[in-house]
DNA sequence: GTAAAGCCTAGTAACGCAATAGGAAATAGA
DNA sequence: TCTATTTCCTATTGCGTTACTAGGCTTTAC
């Protein structure tokens, strides 16, 4: 499996995010019921997209979680490694595998790469505007 | 990781035999020790691809591998579906979670949608007869 | 008959994933 | 200042999968 619970729970949040970002901050308590996911589970991913600036967390009564930019300005891509730790495909292409020593004759080697690309390009290639529904571009606040 | 030791071993071992088919049947060790994989795993790999009709293995003293199509009618999406069981990039497309209950309204499933069909294409277009080295096309017969 | 090969069923150690637990620190409002 | 609410931080645990290993049986050529 390319992408765990981690990661695709870490997008539905960003999307989630950015459907209500007219609403101000938003309590993880909020985020958790809507998408159906465990608040302490939650708290983790959550604390890996802060650590990475792609969220603020603002402690206390009436804190939350705000995107730090716009949502066209975030890919999924982007989203994905961070929270996954890499979207290689294989060992092959991952921090500590890199340089088999079989590498060189390696003749499936490209199959690797090329598969590694496509998977970025498109991951890259899609934001986080593109997901948000439509009907919930222009919340009220109330 | 998309595709495990399973799969990549599988995908050497297919090229491996498809560049020794002149020679005939070519016995697991021979194999194992070119590519540097233990004997036993191996075995259980090259059973899988057995049972599948993509090799026959012939038993006995001569025995060996060898494959049951010419190299250009293999393509690499099938060896690694069938030896890693699924190439769905998330537990979502795959066969028991399929039909989870958010489906209707997550924002996120065309992404996964997408993400599949482009693993799956392009996995689907490359065939074993590519991957074989220029050099191996046309082994001598000893 | 024997050596060389594939076939078959288990078993196991280590790892990563998914989730949980418990508390410390910050903040707004009464 | 007290309290409720919220984020932040460091473990720990159960569980399934992965990557192998073990041992024995069957088939076949010489």
């Given at each position: 499996?390319?992408?765990?619970?981690?990661?695709?729970?870490?997008?539905?949040?960003?999307?989630?995010?950015?459907?209500?970002?007219?609403?101000?901050?938003?309590?993880?308590?909020?985020?958790?019921?809507?998408?159906?996911?465990?608040?302490?589970?939650?708290?983790?991913?959550?604390?890996?997209?802060?650590?990475?600036?792609?969220?603020?967390?603002?402690?206390?009564?009436?804190?939350?979680?705000?995107?730090?930019?716009?949502?066209?300005?975030?890919?999924?891509?982007?989203?994905?490694?961070?929270?996954?730790?890499?979207?290689?495909?294989v060992a092959c292409l991952?921090?500590d595998c890199k340089g088999c020593s079989r590498s060189d004759?390696c003749?499936?080697l490209?199959?690797?790469?090329?598969?590694?690309?496509?998977?970025?390009?498109?991951?890259?290639?899609?934001?986080?505007?593109?997901?948000?529904?439509?009907?919930?571009?222009?919340?009220?606040?109330?």
């Amino acid at each position: 499996m390319l992408v765990s619970t981690k990661g695709r729970y870490a997008l539905r949040v960003m999307v989630d995010l950015a459907e209500h970002q007219a609403a101000g901050c938003i309590p993880l308590k909020e985020i958790a019921a809507r998408q159906g996911i465990s608040e302490k589970y939650l708290e983790n991913i959550l604390a890996t997209l802060v650590r990475a600036n792609m969220l603020s967390g603002m402690r206390g009564k009436g804190g939350g979680y705000v995107l730090t930019r716009p949502p066209e300005q975030y890919t999924v891509g982007e989203i994905l490694r961070l929270t996954e730790g890499s979207l290689a495909p294989v060992a092959c292409l991952d921090g500590d595998c890199k340089g088999c020593s079989r590498s060189d004759e390696c003749p499936t080697l490209d199959v690797w790469k090329n598969l590694d690309k496509l998977i970025n390009d498109y991951l890259d290639g899609v934001t986080l505007d593109q997901l948000v529904a439509p009907n919930h571009g222009y919340d009220y606040v109330i």
